[in-house]
C-alpha cells in the first residue's frame, strides 16, 4: 500500500542578546571663580557628554545644605544660575537608547571672595644721598589666607610686606593673592622723593653795581636775605 507522508516543521528562533554596559561620561563648563566680597558670580553652564553623546535621559541634581536635591531640567545641559560664595556641587546621571543608565557624574564650582589689599605706615624720602628712608607696610583682608604680596603689579609674587630704603618718586602698584590664587584689585601708591624738592623764591631789591662801588641788597620772598 501506500506510505504514509510524514511532514517536519522546523521553527527557528533568533534571541539575540545585546549586554547593557554604562554609559560613560565627563560634565564640562564647571569652573572656580573669583568675586569681590558681597558679589554673586555670573551664571556658568553645565554639559553633560556634550552636544552628541546619543543619551536618551538627563537626570540632574544640586546638593543643597547636605542633601541632593533633583533639577527639573532634563536636557543635556544647565544653567547654574548666578552663585554665592561658597561650593556648589552638581550632579547628572544619564540613560542610552538600550536603557543602560549611568553612574552619576560629579561637578563642583567654588566661589571664592577675593582678598583686598591695603596699606599703612607710608613715608616719603628725606633724605638727599643714601640710605634713603622711603617706607610703607602692605596688609591684606578677606580671601583665604596665607598671603603673598607684589609691588610690580603682579609680576613677581612673595611674603615680604614691609618695604624700607624708598627713594622713587612714582607709582607703585600694589596686589595681594590669596590660598585660593584670587588676586585683589590693584591698589597705587605713591612715595615722593622730598629730596628732590625745589623750592620756588622770588628776588626783591636789586640795583646797579659799579665797580668799586657798595654791594646791592638782594632780599628773597621767604624772609632769606643775601
Known sequence: GDLPLIYSVSNIITITLESCLPPSFTISGASDVCVAA???AASQTLVAGGTTAGFTTYTWEKEISGVWTVIPITTNSIPTGTLAAGTHSYRVKV?????CESAYATATIKVNEKPV???SSLSN???CTSPYNGAYTIFATGGTSPYQYSNDNGV???TTTTY?????DNTINLQVKDNN???SDNLPITISDASLSITAYTVTGGGTYCLGGGGVAVGLSN???G
Open 156 to 158: 613677581t609674587w612673595g
Open 164 to 168: 624700607t630704603g624708598i627713594q622713587q
Open 181 to 183: 590664587q584670587c588676586v
Open 117 to 119: 589689599v591695603s596699606t
Open 38 to 40: 558681597g558679589v554673586d
Open 95 to 99: 540613560s542610552d537608547g538600550l536603557g
Open 223 to 225: 624772609s632769606q636775605t
Open 125 to 127: 624720602n628725606t633724605n
